[in-house]
């Protein structure tokens, strides 16, 4: 069974940093794109940033040159670093990662999600 372990979220003011880490753990073959996605009160959940095997990364608009997307293969784990953080990336965020187990098919897995508050 594959697990996604979050941690890194908290509370920060306007302007501050944070940084995300998600580790995935269990029964991995291959682990493929990996990424983050966020969910405000009232809101759907959306993409924030993902990051293939390779390296090749996709950011929303809303948070391209404030938050960077990084992962350690060896490790199978996701960064998400965030900056420049507005009351407006307030949010539940959640890892994703496709995830190839011994003797299965290829299957997406979440985290449990991890609370990110930014405020004065």
């Known amino acids: 069974q594959v697990q996604l372990v979050e941690s890194g979220g908290g509370l920060v003011q306007p302007g501050g940093s944070l940084r995300l880490s998600c580790a995935a753990s269990?029964?991995?073959?291959?682990?493929?794109?990996m990424g983050w996605y966020r969910q405000a009160p009232g809101k759907q959940r959306e993409l924030v940033a993902t990051?293939?095997?390779?390296?090749?990364?996709k950011y929303a608009d809303s948070v391209k040159g404030r938050f960077a997307v990084s992962r350690d293969n060896a490790k199978n784990t996701v960064y998400l670093h965030m900056n420049s953080l507005k009351p407006d990336d307030t949010a539940v965020y959640y890892c994703?990662?496709?995830?190839?187990?011994?003797?299965?098919?290829?299957?997406?897995?979440w985290g449990q999600g991890t609370q990110v508050t930014v405020s004065s």
């Open positions: 269990g029964s991995i073959f291959s682990v493929d794109a």
């Open positions: 994703h990662a496709e995830i190839k187990e011994y003797g299965s098919n290829w299957s997406a897995h």
């Open positions: 990051i293939t095997s390779v390296g090749t990364t």
